[in-house]
């Protein structure tokens, strides 16, 4: 049993948790991070495909619904699935709030009410637009296509600082972590960030339940 008092303890260090731990340490809120998964860095990522899948993710890569029918992946460590995502930030448009909008009743969901908040954590990250002189072959195929077709196109923004591609590096191994701290996820971009202004992070630890009693939340699980 670990007894010790925080004003915040944060499950999973996601994009959410992430986040929202970066921003209650800076507070000067005493925070506790926790993670179920491994903590790795950008020179202690697994390299090849078989042990990053097998580490850095629920299940080992291999999750499916109940009824067998669907497969999906979620991360599983410090950063949690913006450590193995493509980690494409554009920002959503009036075609799909307007949707969400319709579907959920939100009325949040607009391009004009999400503006603010869009700005606020676009000036936290390094977002990037890959050349048009390093697009692939497979790229100009599909350009191709599109302006054939009359289709509009507009290349996608990544959350990217340094993929050195002046020198010929097209790694796409950020998929299971990125070596180079070039990919904007939660780890680079706030968590790191945040542990050097004294966040705590306890990974490998699965919070199971909470009990909630009159001055305290105390927060149940296995350190694995
Ligand atoms: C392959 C892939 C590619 C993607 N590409 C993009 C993209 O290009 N652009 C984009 O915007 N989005 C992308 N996404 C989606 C995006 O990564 C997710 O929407 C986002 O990370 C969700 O954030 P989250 O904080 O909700 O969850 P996560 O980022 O999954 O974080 C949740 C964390 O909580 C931890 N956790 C869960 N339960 C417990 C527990 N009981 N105890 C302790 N820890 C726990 C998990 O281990 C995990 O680390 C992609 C997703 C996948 C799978």
Same mark, same amino acid.
């Given at each position: 049993?670990?007894?010790?008092?925080?004003?915040?303890?944060?499950?999973?260090?996601?994009?959410?948790?992430?986040?929202?731990? &970066?921003?209650?340490?800076?507070?000067?809120?005493? $925070? *506790?991070?926790?993670?179920?998964? =491994? !903590?790795?860095? #950008?020179? @202690?990522?697994?390299?090849?495909?078989?042990?990053?899948?097998?580490?850095?993710?629920?299940?080992?890569?291999?999750?499916?619904?109940?009824?067998?029918?669907?497969?999906?992946?979620?991360?599983?460590?410090?950063?949690?699935?913006?450590?193995?995502?493509?980690?494409?930030?554009?920002?959503?448009?009036?075609?799909?709030?307007?949707?969400?909008?319709?579907?959920?009743?939100?009325?949040?969901?607009?391009?004009?009410?999400?503006?603010? &908040?869009?700005?606020?954590?676009?000036?936290?990250? $390094? *977002?990037?637009?890959?050349?048009? =002189? !390093?697009?692939? #072959?497979? @790229?100009?195929?599909?350009?191709?296509?599109?302006?054939?077709?009359?289709?509009?196109?507009?290349?996608?923004?990544?959350?990217?600082?340094?993929?050195?591609?002046?020198?010929?590096?097209?790694?796409?191994?950020?998929?299971?972590?990125?070596?180079?701290?070039?990919?904007?996820?939660?780890?680079?971009?706030?968590?790191?960030?945040?542990?050097?202004?004294?966040?705590?992070?306890?990974?490998?630890?699965?919070?199971?339940?909470?009990?909630?009693?009159?001055?305290?939340?105390?927060?149940?699980?296995?350190?694995?």
């Amino acid at each position: 049993m670990i007894e010790k008092f925080y004003d915040f303890i944060i499950v999973g260090s996601g994009a959410a948790g992430g986040v929202l731990a &970066y921003n209650l340490n800076k507070s000067r809120a005493k $925070v *506790l991070l926790i993670e179920a998964g =491994k !903590f790795f860095r #950008k020179d @202690t990522f697994p390299r090849t495909e078989f042990e990053y899948t097998t580490q850095l993710f629920w299940g080992g890569g291999l999750e499916f619904d109940k009824n067998g029918k669907m497969a999906y992946l979620r991360g599983k460590c410090v950063g949690g699935t913006t450590i193995v995502n493509q980690c494409l930030l554009d920002r959503f448009d009036e075609v799909a709030f307007s949707e969400w909008r319709l579907i959920s009743g939100i009325d949040f969901f607009s391009e004009n009410k999400m503006k603010k &908040y869009y700005d606020k954590i676009e000036k936290k990250l $390094v *977002l990037q637009e890959i050349p048009e =002189k !390093f697009y692939n #072959k497979n @790229t100009k195929i599909f350009i191709e296509g599109c302006n054939k077709n009359s289709y509009g196109w507009a290349p996608l923004r990544r959350g990217q600082s340094d993929c050195n591609l002046e020198n010929g590096n097209d790694c796409i191994g950020c998929l299971g972590g990125c070596h180079r701290d070039s990919k904007q996820s939660t780890l680079v971009a706030f968590i790191q960030k945040a542990e050097k202004e004294n966040l705590e992070i306890l990974s490998e630890f699965f919070v199971e339940d909470f009990e909630h009693f009159k001055d305290y939340v105390l927060v149940n699980g296995i350190k694995k």
